[in-house]
């Protein structure tokens, strides 16, 4: 069976500050990787997706960046964390349809 | 772009009554998108509750259903009779032809009174 884990489960960072959040997935080989972003209140919006190792296409432009370094591992980060990065960040893979990780919720103050 | 909207932010209904949960999409792809309804039982993941990828067709899963109407270009998420265990967030979602992106509405907050 396949599993999803992301790391950490919650952070709390200053403005200024780096990040970097993680997503791992077992039990499926070359899988296509998501990243979201839910702002309080808001939409769950795809940020950035993969299909193999090396390469990430970004879809919405935050001042994050992800990286694929691992087949099972994608990586989401930044080097000057804004206010407006505060949310629910889940990390999903597809196999037909998409399914999710746990997520991570980022505040940052 | 591709666009859902769910008019309900929260919902609260009483235990053994229906739900109905609107959801309408705008898809600038060629051809019918594939539907989705998704998830978040409290302290859990999000997970897939029922999909539809033909125009015409239902779907269903734990006693929710939802018809893909393509005229209507909507996707209601129904239920004859809600249980307390139905509490959760409920996402309306639609990935286009290329598959790889799935656009969510806002969600909808089902709280079930007992």
């Known amino acids: 069976a396949q599993t999803i884990h992301q790391w950490p489960v919650a952070e709390i960072k200053a403005v200024g500050s780096p990040l970097s959040l993680g997503c791992t997935i077992k039990g499926k080989s070359s899988p296509n990787l998501y990243w979201y972003w839910q702002a309080t209140g808001g939409t769950l919006q795809q940020l950035f997706y993969s299909i193999t190792v090396g390469q990430v296409e970004s879809v919405v432009q935050l001042n994050l960046s992800a990286s694929r370094p691992k087949d099972d591992q994608f990586i989401l980060s930044t080097e000057k964390l804004l206010l407006s990065h505060s949310g629910f960040y889940l990390c999903a893979w597809s196999q037909g349809e998409q399914y999710f990780g746990p997520g991570t919720r980022l505040t940052v103050l | 772009g591709d666009s859902v909207t769910q008019t309900e932010g929260q919902v609260t209904v009483s235990e053994s009554k229906s739900l109905i949960i609107n959801c309408t999409y705008s898809a600038t792809s060629i051809g019918y998108p594939n539907l989705f309804w998704y998830v978040r039982y409290p302290g859990e993941g999000l997970q897939l509750l029922l999909k539809?990828?033909?125009?015409?067709q239902k779907g269903s899963s734990r006693g929710f259903e939802a018809t893909y109407n393509k005229e209507a270009t909507s996707f209601h998420l129904q239920k004859a009779s809600v249980q307390e265990s139905d509490s959760a967030v409920y996402y309306c979602a639609l990935n286009n032809n290329a598959g790889a992106k799935l656009t969510f509405g806002g969600g909808t907050r089902l709280t079930v009174r007992p």
């Open positions: 539809v990828i033909t125009a015409g």
